[in-house]
């Protein structure tokens, strides 16, 4: 069982900067797909951006040249560097994990099996 553990989340200036880490332990985290997905009041949870084991990523076309993912194998942890802030980039962040093949798309939120509990994103204009 993977337990996953955002934090970094808070209230910026629209053009500011955050930086979200989610921290996993109970799995082999060198082996598993990172996402992050968000979630705005009354919509659907979104897909922001994800990183494979190779070191892959991929990001949503909203946040492409903004927001960059990572990862450390050696800290368990994956991290997204959120730039120039938008007031639509208010959300509850989540962290995803899961073991996906190449095959799958990592943007599907249901291709993950474990979740975070969620950090807040709040960008105010």
């Known amino acids: 069982q993977v337990q996953l553990v955002e934090s970094g989340g808070g209230l910026v200036q629209a053009g500011g900067s955050l930086r979200l880490s989610c921290a996993a332990s109970?799995?082999?985290?060198?082996?598993?797909?990172m996402g992050w997905f968000r979630q705005a009041p009354g919509k659907e949870r979104d897909f922001v951006a994800a990183?494979?084991?190779?070191?892959?990523?991929d990001y949503a076309d909203s946040v492409k040249g903004r927001f960059t993912i990572s990862r450390d194998n050696a800290k368990n942890t994956v991290n997204l560097q959120m730039a120039g802030l938008k007031p639509e980039d208010t959300a509850v962040y989540y962290c995803?994990?899961?073991?996906?093949?190449?095959?799958?798309?990592?943007?599907?939120?249901?291709?993950?099996?474990?979740w975070g509990q969620g950090t807040q994103v709040t960008v105010s204009s």
């Open positions: 990183i494979r084991t190779s070191g892959n990523t």
């Open positions: 109970g799995g082999t985290f060198s082996s598993y797909v």
């Open positions: 995803a994990a899961n073991r996906l093949p190449t095959c799958y798309r990592t943007s599907d939120y249901m291709n993950y099996a474990y």
